[in-house]
């Protein structure tokens, strides 16, 4: 069964702090990453992709993959209580039989609290 | 604009009848999801259509139907063999050169 596990949670940090959000995968054949941020009672919004190794930067969330340990990370500077939600993180492995399927992790829950 | 849309936003029905979620997509994506959330879990796969006439079961197809007749479409009927139905619906599109999936708004069904 490929999975994708998230630190449990809840997170809290306090406004203006760096939430750190981690995730690992079991599916070596995994290739590209998502993070989506769901707020409670809406779906779930695409907020970072990632494809290789390295960081990669969009405003204040920084995505951190490391396929060799099969890690993915998700860094938000500056925290906002606007950024307090659930946040999912997300595998696919591209080729084969899996036509593109995401397997989603359990979600994290982070509170921002001013 | 484009994006996806899923209607009704809530939906109620009694036991023992079939029920059909809409989802449209104007993104031009080939492939559509339907995904299951309940309180607290993470997101189900129920089916997938990778293009017009195609589609297969995903990790909780039992219960469930769907059909691909238009590239914008792809209804979700939830029928009276599934045995926990109420939950949020959330349909998705992918786009073919990123693999990103972007979801509708979603559907919650409760069934009494």
Not at chain 1, 35 to 50: F, V
Not at chain 2, 13 to 41: F, I
Not at chain 2, 52 to 62: L, Y
């Amino acid at each position: 069964q490929k999975e994708v596990e998230q630190n449990s949670g809840p997170l809290s940090v306090p406004e203006g702090a760096i939430a750190s959000l981690n995730c690992t995968y079991s599916d070596r054949g995994s290739q590209s990453f998502f993070w989506y941020r769901q707020y409670s009672g809406k779906s779930p919004e695409l907020i970072m992709s990632i494809y290789s190794n390295g960081d990669k930067e969009d405003g204040r969330f920084t995505a951190q993959l490391n396929k060799a340990s099969q890690y993915v990370s998700l860094l938000i500077r500056d925290s906002q209580p606007s950024d307090s939600a659930t946040y999912l993180c997300a595998a696919t492995n591209a080729g084969g039989t899996s036509y593109g399927k995401l397997t989603f992790g359990q979600g994290t829950i982070l509170t921002v609290h001013p | 604009d484009g994006g996806i849309t899923q209607s009704p936003k809530y939906l109620f029905r009694k036991e023992g009848q079939n029920v059909t979620l809409s989802c449209e997509q104007n993104l031009n994506h080939d492939a559509m999801y339907w995904y299951r959330q309940d309180p607290g879990q993470g997101l189900r796969l129920i089916y997938y259509s990778q293009i017009v006439n195609d589609f297969q079961k995903g990790d909780i197809a039992e219960g469930y139907s769907v059909s691909r007749e238009k590239k914008e479409s792809f209804p979700l009927t939830v029928t009276s063999a599934q045995k926990n139905p109420t939950a949020f619906y959330l349909c998705a599109s992918r786009d073919s050169f990123t693999y990103e999936q972007y979801f509708g708004p979603g559907t919650r069904l409760t069934v009494t």
